[in-house]
Nanobody
Framework: QVQLVESGGGLVQAGGSLRLSCAASGRTFSSYTMGWFRQAPGKEREFVATITGNGDITYSANSVKGRFTISRDNAKKMVYLQMNSLKPEDTAVYYC?????????????????WGQGTQVTVSS
């Protein structure tokens, strides 16, 4: 079974940075596509970024690409989301997700495993 645990959320001033971490269990982690999603109050959960086992990366938008970086360390079974130049509109609960799908996955229906979420709050 696969278990995902996020950490690293918190309160930060606009323009600041946070790094989210996701610790994964499971012997096949290196072949899993991993993703980050977020859900702001009153809004639907949205895709943020994804990285395949081979390191292919897709971001939700160019604006996110310039500020956020997704990465993984297969030896440590970890995936990260480095968030710089944070804005108040980035405030949300951030979720780590995983799937044994081979390719890039941007829809939550494509993921089988989810973490509990970690709160990110950006103040103006």
């Amino acid at each position: 079974q696969v278990q995902l645990v996020e950490s690293g959320g918190g309160l930060v001033q606009a323009g600041g940075s946070l790094r989210l971490s996701c610790a994964a269990s499971g012997r096949t982690f290196s072949s899993y596509t991993m993703g980050w999603f977020r859900q702001a109050p009153g809004k639907e959960r949205e895709f943020v970024a994804t990285i395949t086992g081979n390191g292919d990366i897709t971001y939700s938008a160019n604006s996110v690409k310039g500020r956020f970086t997704i990465s993984r360390d297969n030896a440590k079974k970890m995936v990260y989301l480095q968030m710089n130049s944070l804005k108040p509109e980035d405030t949300a609960v951030y979720y780590c997700a995983g799937t044994n799908w081979y390719y890039t996955a941007t829809a939550e229906q494509q993921y089988n495993y989810w973490g509990q979420g970690t709160q990110v709050t950006v103040s103006s």
